[in-house]
């Protein structure tokens, strides 16, 4: 092994398990050709995964249960790449609706709006991550459950909000903090405003 190999390797080694990481994180470290076939070397042999074009991670492996190798979530990866951009984010739609286990089914595309460069990035298996761009406000957010709770609400529409989706939603809001999320409040549309108070009651 030569070695810009070597350095790249243990520079990977040296992040730690479930972080990722990007292919010219390894600028200064080799020519381009020799970073791709370090990284694919490593995908082959499973020490790494490749989790979209020039994104990896050094996985995590499950020896208890026998899993073997977790791939990382849509959540990590979106964060990753949001916070490599300096970029604020938050799950809308369908994905802000599983987060908070308001629905099991994970959409094709997980879309995020940001205050960053609107984008998508194809993983593996046919699914995305969509980053949509929005206004500063809504992404001036303190508390994240508050910030998911507007998001999935606003998703749903409410007109058609259920009572079983009310009561899920109040639940999750009595574990947080009273004062962090009502802090966000003026952030919210007055209808949602009514249902996170309501919790709190």
């Known amino acids: 092994m030569n070695s810009a190999a070597q350095k790249i390797e243990n520079s990977i080694e040296n992040l730690g398990r479930g972080r990722i990481f990007f292919a010219d994180d390894f600028v200064s470290m080799g020519s381009a050709e020799n970073i791709r076939q370090t990284l694919l070397r490593c995908a082959k042999s499973d020490k790494i995964v490749r989790v979209a074009k020039g994104i990896y991670c050094y996985p995590q492996i499950d020896d208890k249960l026998g899993l073997g190798i977790l791939m990382p979530s849509y959540d990590q990866i979106a964060n990753a790449i949001a916070e490599r951009a300096h970029a604020r984010i938050i799950p809308t739609g369908d994905y802000a609706l599983n987060v908070l286990g308001l629905s099991t089914q994970v959409p094709m595309n997980c879309v995020y709006l940001t205050d960053g460069t ?5 993983i593996s298996g046919g699914r995305g991550i969509i980053f ?4 500063p406000k809504n992404l001036a957010f303190k508390n994240r459950l508050a910030m ?12 058609n909000v259920t009572p079983e989706q009310i009561e899920h939603i109040e639940q999750l809001l009595r574990k947080e903090d009273k004062d962090s999320v009502l802090a966000d409040l003026a952030l919210m549309p007055i209808w949602i405003r009514k249902i996170v108070m309501k919790a709190y009651e």
């Open 132 to 135: 949509k761009k929005t206004t």
């Open 118 to 122: 609107p984008r998508k990035v194809e």
């Open 148 to 159: 998911l709770v507007t998001s999935a609400l606003k998703s749903i529409k409410q007109e």
